[in-house]
């Protein structure tokens, strides 16, 4: 499948990626976050873009071609390090890191939400909500060995969800074949802000390549 490269790094190069890119993309992360909140004066806007630029272009010297896509062992641990929710490398990302109840298919992420993602004043632009429970909907999906590309999301927006420290929650209500039935909601400081239901259906390259493993009941974990 286009985007998954089995690469079967050593884990101390992997520590060592990890050690690197990490910090980078939260310096990129806070650029950002400062860019949206700076009222320093015109010509030190004009200073620093300049800086940006020449910054831009030293990192484009080498580069992939195309998207990070999924990187992984040949145990199945995936990388989705370009990932938008979950990302490592993505400074578009919160991120999210998913904490997982064993193989039960339920899932749980505390994050924050700064100034780069406001929709309505003081709060959570809707879609962002929809791009992070997906994420950890189809995770749910996938941490209870049932994973799945989305098939539908269907979300209830109860009340606004406030900029700042946020919890979200996800759980595998059902499976039937190829497919999962995964229910969740982010939670604010005062309850449920918004819920959501989806359904994630296992897409036909991956079928294939679990019956070759013959084992069905073990999805690659890079698939999560």
Known sequence: MAGYVQDDIPADELDRQRA???????ALRALVDAGIRTEVDDDEVRAVQAEVEALTERLRRRQLEGAYGVR????GQGRAWG??????????????????????GRVWADFHLGAAYEGPP???HGGVSA???????????????RPGMTGTLTLVYRQGTPLGPLRAEAWIERTEGIKTWARGHILGPDGVTVEAEGVFIL????RKALAERDS?????????
């Open 83 to 104: 990932n938008a929710v979950v990302g490592l490398r993505n400074a578009v990302a919160p991120p999210l890191v998913v904490e997982q109840e064993d193989d039960s």
């Open 72 to 75: 992984f062992s040949e145990d």
């Open 203 to 206: 897409p036909r390259w991956a």
């Open 122 to 124: 003081t709060l959570v």
């Open 216 to 224: 069905a009941d073990r999805a690659p974990r890079f698939f999560e």
């Open 20 to 26: 690197l890119y990490g910090p980078f993309t939260d």
């Open 131 to 145: 791009l992070i429970l997906d994420q950890v909907l189809g995770q749910a999906a996938g941490a209870g060995k």
